[in-house]
C-alpha cells in the first residue's frame, strides 16, 4: 500500500516539475545561484533531471516493484491448509464387513453348484444355532473363514487411534471376529483391540477365484452387488417417472417379470434381512442378502409396496399361500449391471 502511495507522489510532483520546469530554473539561478553565471548542462539538470528521476522512481513503484516482488511466506494456520496431504483414497479397500456379505451372497447364489459352498454355508448357519441366530452372527462366520482359517490379510484401527495398519496373523488368530465382522475383541475380557477392519478388493476376488471358481467359469465379472433400488428398476420397465396407484397393472407385470429373471438365474434379488426385528429408524443399515431362486417359487414381489410413501418393496406369498414370518424380505435391491444387461438405459 505504502508504494502506491509513494509511487502516486512521485508521478504527481514529476508531472508538476515538468509543467513548472522554466520557473523552478529561473527561481534556482535568480534566487540561489547568484555569483555564477548559469552553466548550460547544470540549467538543463535542474530543468529535466527532477522530473525524469520521479517518473523513474513512480514506475518502480507502481509497477516494476509489483511484478517481481518476492511472494511472503504464509503464515502457520494457511501454511497447513495448504500443505495438508490430500485423503488417501480407499477404494482399494473394503470393510471386512462387506467381504464377508459379498462371500455369503456366492455361497447363496452358487451353493448348489458348489458342494464346497454348501458345506460352507451349512456349516456357517449351524454354528450359530443354539443361541439367538442373527445375520451378524453369520458374517463374523464369513469373516473367519477369510482371515482366519485362510489368512486372508486384514487391517485396521488400535483404539483409540485413527489410522490402519496391517495385522499380524498372531493379532488375527488371538483375537475374536465379533460384531458383524467389524471389530477384534480380546477373547478374555471381550475389549475391542482393532476395530474398523477392512481387506484389499483384489484379494477377496483371488479368494473366490481360487477357491471356488472351476476351471472355464469366467473370473472377470464381479459378484452381484444390491445397488440399484427395486422402485428404480420397475420405474426403467414401465417407462413412468412415478409410480403410483393409477399404474398398478404395469406395476404388477414389471414385478411379475423381475420374478421370472430371479427364479431363473438371470438376475439376483436383495431383500433385507431379519426385518422385523430391526428398528425402522436402522432400515437403511439392514444387512441384504441374495434371495435364492426357489424363492420365487412360492412368492412374489409385492406391487403395493412401491406405491405408497415408502417405496422400498417387499415380498408376499403367493395368493392361498400362508405367510411366514422368517421368510418375507423388505427393503428389495437388485444389481444395476444385470438389470443394464437385461434392460439397458
Not at 525524469?52 to 491448509?81: G, K, N
Request: hydrophobic letters at 40%; charged letters at 25%.
Amino acid at each position: 500500500m505504502l508504494k502506491k502511495i509513494f509511487g502516486g507522489l512521485a508521478t504527481a510532483t514529476a508531472i508538476v516539475w515538468w509543467v513548472g520546469r522554466g520557473t523552478i530554473e529561473s527561481w534556482f539561478f535568480d534566487r540561489i545561484v547568484k555569483v555564477a553565471e548559469p552553466h548550460v548542462t547544470l540549467s538543463m539538470l535542474v530543468e529535466y533531471g527532477p522530473p525524469v528521476a520521479f517518473f523513474l522512481l513512480a514506475a518502480y513503484l507502481l509497477w516494476w516493484a509489483p511484478r517481481h516482488q518476492t511472494a511472503m511466506p504464509a503464515s502457520p494456520a494457511s501454511s497447513r491448509e495448504v500443505e495438508a496431504p490430500p485423503a488417501t483414497s480407499q477404494s482399494a479397500f473394503m470393510t471386512l464387513r462387506e467381504a464377508a456379505i459379498e462371500l455369503y451372497n456366492f455361497t447363496q447364489l452358487h451353493k448348489h453348484e458348489d458342494g464346497d459352498l454348501e458345506f460352507l454355508t451349512g456349516f456357517a448357519e449351524a454354528a450359530v444355532e443354539g443361541r439367538e441366530q442373527s445375520p451378524d452372527d453369520i458374517l463374523d462366520y464369513m469373516a473367519v473363514f477369510m482371515v482366519q482359517t485362510h489368512h486372508m490379510p486384514v487391517r485396521g484401527q488400535r483404539p483409540p487411534a485413527t489410522v490402519s495398519r496391517d495385522l499380524t496373523r498372531s493379532e488375527t488368530k488371538n483375537n475374536e471376529i465379533s460384531d458383524g465382522a467389524v471389530n477384534l475383541r480380546d477373547t478374555v475380557n471381550q475389549q475391542v483391540v482393532f476395530t474398523n477392519l477392512a481387506v484389499k478388493r483384489t484379494d477377496l476376488v483371488a479368494f473366490i477365484a481360487q477357491r471356488f471358481r472351476r476351471e472355464g467359469q469366467s473370473t472377470s465379472t464381479g459378484i452381484p452387488q444390491p445397488n440399484i433400488r427395486l422402485e428404480d428398476v420397475v420405474k426403467r420397465i414401465t417407462g413412468l417417472r412415478e409410480l403410483s396407484e393409477r399404474d398398478e397393472k404395469g406395476i404388477k407385470d414389471a414385478c411379475e417379470r423381475l420374478r421370472e429373471k430371479a427364479l431363473n438365474r438371470v438376475i439376483v434379488i436383495f431383500g433385507g434381512l431379519d426385518w422385523r426385528k430391526t428398528p425402522p429408524a436402522d432400515y437403511h443399515n439392514m444387512v441384504r442378502g441374495a434371495i435364492e431362486p426357489d424363492f420365487w417359487r412360492t412368492n412374489r414381489l409385492a406391487p403395493d409396496s412401491l406405491t405408497g410413501s415408502d417405496k422400498r418393496g417387499r415380498t408376499v406369498p403367493l395368493s392361498g399361500l400362508a405367510m411366514s414370518r422368517d421368510l418375507d424380505y423388505y427393503s428389495i435391491w437388485l444389481d444395476e449391471d444385470q438389470v443394464n444387461a437385461v434392460w439397458p438405459e
